[in-house]
């Protein structure tokens, strides 16, 4: 596993224009999107149309197609991936909820997020919409969510993209987890 400096170093060259440190990037952070993704699609359906590597795959299309990045750290990184991993499966299950893709939703486990007391699995479209709504409450709740859940960054690593300290974070977590859950239980 790559050190998180090299890391680091490459994404502040890749923000810089060298796109071969992007090129350099690539291998070092694969294993992490990989388990990031994997992690996603646990709790999917078997048989699930979407593998980790093509959910990976679709994460680094939209990575490529940045025309000019801005990383500061590697947990910006992860946090970017986390956020688009979060968007390529709310549109898949959009997708394949539709009539012409057979209808049907797809359920999502939210084991780690401890967002759901005593319920295993959330409908990912209401999730998505429970986010939306936190996020015209409270923009930094919602991106914290998609950082600590989607994203799997510690309390640390989620103050580092927020720009807050780690207390605000622990208390943004409680306040945004019960919001969440009178969303989803009612």
């Keep these: 596993m790559a050190k998180p400096h090299d890391v680091t170093a490459l994404l502040l060259a890749w923000s ?63 946090a970017f991936a986390a956020s688009s991993m979060r968007r390529i499966l709310v549109d898949h299950a959009r997708a394949r909820r539709s009539g012409k893709r057979g209808g049907g939703a797809r359920r999502v486990t939210l084991s780690q997020a401890e967002v759901i007391s005593g319920r295993n699995e959330v409908d990912l479209l209401d999730l998505d919409r429970a986010l939306t709504a936190l996020g015209n409450l409270d923009e930094r709740q919602a991106r914290l969510v998609e950082l600590r859940y989607f994203g799997g960054l510690t309390i640390r690593e989620t103050a580092e993209v927020l720009g807050v300290g780690t207390a605000t974070v622990t208390r943004d977590w409680a306040t945004a987890k019960a919001f969440l859950y009178r969303q989803l239980s009612g």
């Design 16 to 78: 810089h224009g060298n796109a071969a440190a992007r090129d350099d990037l690539i291998p070092l952070v694969t294993d992490k999107l990989h388990d990031l993704a994997r992690h996603y699609l646990r709790g999917e359906r078997a048989g699930h149309t979407l593998q980790p590597t093509a959910l990976v795959n679709e994460v680094y299309l939209r990575l490529v197609d940045r025309n000019r990045v801005s990383w500061s750290d590697r947990a910006h990184f992860f």
